[in-house]
């Protein structure tokens, strides 16, 4: 088919802003469209990242595209608030693309990260023309993963580059229209080359660059909790209306891997039609936010692993020309799950997540009372302790436990993905659990949590949780981890400071992994207080923590129990198949 393109088209909205896109439109006849919204400027052909499909391999598929900046973004007309437009432009967006004569009616979107968000929110609207979306790496839940955690820590590292980096561009589009100053232009693009610095700015709430240009900065700021602010945002409610079929693409080192994991199975339960229900797919490689690479350094996961050899983009083909083109038998043989299972290093396909053959499993945390550094005497066995003990360190926040890889905003080498724990796990602040010597390969495949019996000298503390395969070499690599906010322990929504001395149950949600501890390994809890800068610090005051300094922090003496009467636990999702090699 040959395409047509045009640059800057523009697709008025209901409210008489116009929306500036890219079309490759067919010079003859009509085609299914694919949609891309998004605000980091449409005229990058990458659209951000490896797990993106082909542009090309979609247009010589017979697609027609149409890739659009987000309202008050680069070419686009009106001002920028995320989130705050997005269902109606993209609801508007559709039904101009179904009207267009060269289009058969029919529109699917793609794309990863905020372009995911924007889907849910199209489908979100019922809108008639979308037949199908392909979101990969995103959430339905604007506060969780994005902005904080589901914990209720704040994503700051995230957050810091993230607004640097939007209000940076906004400022540019302001210099043009004489609306802000070269200086201003020069500040903020300074902090995103150099946003590390951001992070240790206290307080928080007031960081000069970004508190000076104010916007949302200012609203994420004032709300910790997820309140009706953040509900306003949160599609979970809405999923009833969703009608259509999705593919769910994410990574077991990406940010939002807890968010997809979790879209997938509630949609599966609460999305508005049988078939939006049963057509859920669910795709997890061993990919972060940025890359598919496949490659770090301390952990390859090797070349089949990459979006590009699993062939990600045939899959985007297919699901469309499934819904779409209305071609029955597209999919056929084509699993509704399918998961890269680390440790063995192979993509496997599965009927649904969590696997249905999971056997939940405890593995108890027991010690003689110091668990402190990984040459302590923390260990994890799957036989309840008979004696009571328990660990104890000192959270400082002035000096917290500095992030080590995981499911983060790669800003760095070594800041996020598979990294090696030996580089944190020596600090006496850092717990460490270690099962037995393997002899025999288990796997572990599902979400993870970690039940813990805390008490603190804090009426408000953290406790961070780290998945850890340790290596017969010696390598510590995370799998996941989570944080709980403690005055969150009872729910997002509401805050509730706790006795200092008194024991409190929390579970800490780990998000999710595929791995297989082979023969001579051994799994690895560790448990700390802090994951810096990619989240705040708890200052433990039990005070409003955004606008507190470093001269408000104290220090927390912070216990985990374990034994009878406080049975701490790591729940782990098991998987047993004797073919497993």
Known sequence: MQHLFEIDVRVPMRDGVALAANV???????????????????DVLSLGHDVM??????????????????????????????HMADRADGEDTVAWIADQPWSDGAVGMYGASYLGMVQWEAAATGAPGLKAIAPAFTSIDNYEAPRYSAGGALSLSLVTFWNAMMYAADAQRSLAAGEATVAQVQQLGHAVVFSEALNDVLPTAEVPVLAGYGKWWDDWMAHPSHDGYWDAMELTPELKNVTIPALNIGGWYDLYIGQTLRTYTTARQKAGTAQAREEQRLIIGPWDHIAGTCVYPDRSFGALGTPQLMGLTDLHVKFFDRWLRGDATALDGVAPVKIFVMGIDQWRDEQD????????????????????????DGALTTEAPVGAGHDTYLYDPRRPVP????????????????????????????LCFTGPLLEEPVEVTGPISLTLYVSSSAVDTDFTAKLVDVFPDGRAINLCDGILRTRYRGGLATEELMEPGAVYEITVDMTGTSNVFLPGHRIRVDVSS????????????????????EEQMIAAINHIHHGPDHPSRLVLPVIDRKDQS
């Not at 997540?353 to 302590?376: E, K, M, R």
């Not at 499911?407 to 006496?428: I, N, S």
Request: glycine residues 14%.
């Open 403 to 430: 992030t080590a890889g995981g499911a983060c905003l790669p800003m760095t080498p070594g800041f996020g993905g598979p990294v090696d724990q030996r580089t944190v796990a020596g600090r006496e602040d850092v």
């Open 353 to 376: 997540w969590p696997l249905p053959d999971t056997t939940w499993t405890d593995f108890h945390l027991t010690s003689a009372g110091h668990a402190n550094t990984v040459d302590g």
């Open 24 to 42: 490759w439109r067919p010079t003859e006849g009509k085609a299914p469209t694919l949609l891309v919204r998004l605000p980091y400027g449409k």
């Open 53 to 82: 499909p082909s542009l090309l391999a979609l247009l010589e598929a017979g697609y027609a595209l149409v890739v659009q900046d987000c309202r008050g973004t680069y070419r686009s007309e009106g001002e920028f608030v995320p």
């Open 530 to 549: 802090s994951n810096f800068p990619r989240h705040d610090r708890n200052t433990n005051t039990g005070g409003v923590i955004a606008h507190e300094g």
